[in-house]
């Protein structure tokens, strides 16, 4: 077969034992790659009631079939694990270069088991495999960290790492490759610091063999143009990357302002696309092979928030912004740039802030305890605290555990806005009901990454659907969750690919990207067969849900039972209820949502 190297790397940081093994060329058909062959591992190998920060999880990256070949955006990576902060599932995604890197040594995927007595990192050149000691970068953000490490291996090497929040197990700790891009979701960073592993380092020349390289290449450059040709015509993705949505989800009512009491921000023209262009943007930076190049390098020239790095995208702008209520830019941009030094994801960052504010605001948590006054809009007041969770000091310590642990131990449960205690990103569900249904049965807690339905019922990409009604959602709830699973475990971005490589149609199907896949594996795959092939990835995702004690699929009373208070959606709620019994049968899964033993048998998974 094609793509895939069909080799996986097993590193036992505890023994310190390192080996390699084939897989099974069954497997990987069925499952596809990437985040598909990672939950067939963890399924088969880990106990799911395991202590996420124990030993016994595992913590895999995986690469997909698309991943380093010549398909526009093919370079990304997974990171699965059981999640600290969910005790749920884990799969968080990243692009950049590493993705590409990684598949280059020769290795489809790297598990690690077991913990480290000491911090070590991983150093994978093709054959040259070793673990190698880190305690001189323990401490360390995560630039520094991988300035060291391309100085003591190569500058041809590519660095994922973690920085002080992972090393002190903050529960929205993420690894961060490139320095600027981020496996950020679920608390990844804190598995990779409880394992006292501090950095993978991949460099290698072993591209995967293609089927067909010919007629890969030629897809690859006619997709390519098309995209060239919205580029020309002035996408929004290439001029401000994602932070032109802002205003989009304004104007819907549907931007989480002050921890979702509100669904509209007055200040969003200080802190939106056209704000931080004019300000502060340098140029676009493209993740390798991407032709739509939606990153922001950017740069606080001076004043107290002097710095240069990337972003902020939309979600910091709507969590570290909107979220709590600054509309300070230039705080906004430093705030993105702590994160991603100290190893942050800035959804559960800013959304655990922005709690934190309310319950100040309400009296529910003092000054005394915070150390400092709490309000929303106090834009010096988010910088502090980002630096106490990083740190774990102070009432850092408690910020640390995310928001839902903070608002339940001072007694007030209903202020975290959390599905599976991970923190709602930048779509309020209450007027954006599919969202509110993606929210509540996503495997892994809250994430508009699972099957992001705003992009009919927000952008109309690939077609426009209303967002304030329940009716159509489960159908399309379920297909962008099985898309969404497909594009995780080819090696594909969802930006390029749900516009470019899906129909444009209603039925979303996958006809592009199986293309892709056949010219590189040759598995001669058709659009329904990768279809089920995400099915079943999903369906096992949700067993190992199951089996870890995750069992409840609801929102937070806010979303079922506050209604918003402003803007066009003003006085809705999400309706769920309506929705969520349809969805249930559509899977396949029981009145409870446990998948049945039909359909379990239906995809080839264990009874």
């Given at each position: ?14 023994t ?7 897989v ?5 058909r ?11 591992y ?53 692009g ?8 280059r ?20 050149n093709?054959d040259?495999?070793e673990l ?27 660095v994922a ?12 700790a ?15 960073g ?13 460099m ?33 993705m ?25 669904g ?5 023209d ?11 943007l ?5 993740c ?5 190049s ?18 902020p ?90 928001s839902?642990?903070l608002?339940?131990?001072y ?20 007027g ?33 659907e ?6 159509g ?41 199986t293309?892709?896949?056949?010219l ?9 067969e990768?279809?089920?092939a ?18 409840e ?39 409870k ?15």
């Open positions: 077969m094609y793509g895939w190297h069909l080799k996986l790397l097993r590193v036992n940081l505890t310190k034992k390192i080996t390699t093994e084939d099974d060329p069954k497997i990987a069925d499952y596809l790659g990437g985040r598909g062959w990672a939950i067939h963890l399924y088969k190998e880990m106990d799911p009631m395991a202590d996420a920060l124990s030993p016994e999880n595992m913590l895999i990256f995986a690469t997909g079939p698309l991943t380093a070949t010549p398909a526009p955006t093919g370079n990304r990576y997974m990171v699965i694990t059981k999640s600290p902060l969910t005790g749920a599932l884990a799969h968080s995604n990243s950049g270069e590493f993705p590409t890197w990684m598949k040594t020769g290795f489809d995927m790297y598990i690690f088991e077991g913990k480290s007595p000491e911090p070590v990192y991983l150093f994978v093709e040259q495999i190698r000691p880190a305690a001189h970068l323990w401490g360390k953000d995560t630039h520094e960290t991988t300035d060291i490490l391309k100085g003591e291996t190569s500058q041809e090497a590519r790492c973690i920085g002080p929040a992972g090393e002190n197990l903050a529960l929205m993420a690894i961060m490759n490139d320095k600027h891009r981020a496996a950020a979701r679920s608390g990844v804190a598995v990779m610091g409880s394992k006292n592993l501090k950095a993978v380092v991949a290698g020349n072993k591209n995967p063999a293609l089927h067909n390289p010919e007629g890969m290449r030629n897809l690859s450059v006619s997709t390519s143009k098309e995209v060239g040709v919205d580029v020309k015509k002035g996408s929004n290439r001029i401000y990357g994602t932070s032109y949505v802002p205003q989009v989800t304004n104007t819907l009512g549907i931007l989480p302002t002050r921890n979702f009491l509100q509209t921000f007055e200040h969003v200080k802190i939106d696309g056209d704000a931080l262009k004019n300000q502060y340098i140029r676009h930076t493209p390798y092979r991407c032709p739509l939606c990153g922001r390098l950017t740069e606080v020239p001076d004043g107290p928030y002097k710095g240069k790095g990337e972003g995208e939309y979600e910091t702008i709507s969590s570290l912004g909107t979220g709590c209520g600054v509309s300070n830019l230039a705080a906004l941009v430093k705030a993105n740039y702590l994160c991603n030094e100290y190893g942050m994801d800035t959804i559960t960052t800013g959304m655990t802030i922005a709690a934190a504010m309310e319950m100040y605001e309400k009296g529910y948590i003092s000054e005394e305890i915070i150390g400092m006054p709490l309000k929303f809009g106090d834009h010096d007041a988010m910088i502090a605290m980002i630096k106490l969770m990083a740190y774990n000091e102070g009432f850092g310590k408690e910020l640390a555990q995310g839902y642990r608002a339940e131990k007694g007030h449960p209903e202020i975290a806005v959390t599905t599976r205690k991970q923190e709602f990103p930048g779509y309020d569900p209450r954006s009901q599919g969202m509110g249904l993606l929210y509540a049965t996503s495997n892994k807690g809250a994430s508009h990454m699972e099957g992001d339905v705003a992009y009919e019922e927000v952008f109309g990409v690939p077609v426009k209303n967002p304030l009604t329940t009716e959602k489960p159908e399309l709830v379920r297909h962008f969750e099985n898309s969404f699973a497909l594009m995780d475990s080819s090696g594909l971005c969802v930006f390029v690919a749900i516009r470019y490589a899906f129909n444009k149609d209603r039925m979303i199907l996958p006809l592009r990207v293309e892709m896949m056949n590189t594996t040759g598995a001669n795959y058709t659009p329904e990768v279809m089920i995400a099915d079943r990835v999903y369906t096992l995702e949700r067993m190992f849900l199951m089996k870890a004690g995750s069992t699929d609801t929102l937070p009373h806010r979303m079922l039972h506050e209604p918003l208070p402003d803007g066009p959606a003003k006085g809705m709620v999400v309706e769920l209820d309506k929705m969520l019994p349809e969805f249930y049968k559509l899977r396949g899964w029981d009145e949502g446990v998948p049945t033993k039909e359909k379990l048998i239906e995809l080839g998974l264990p009874v």
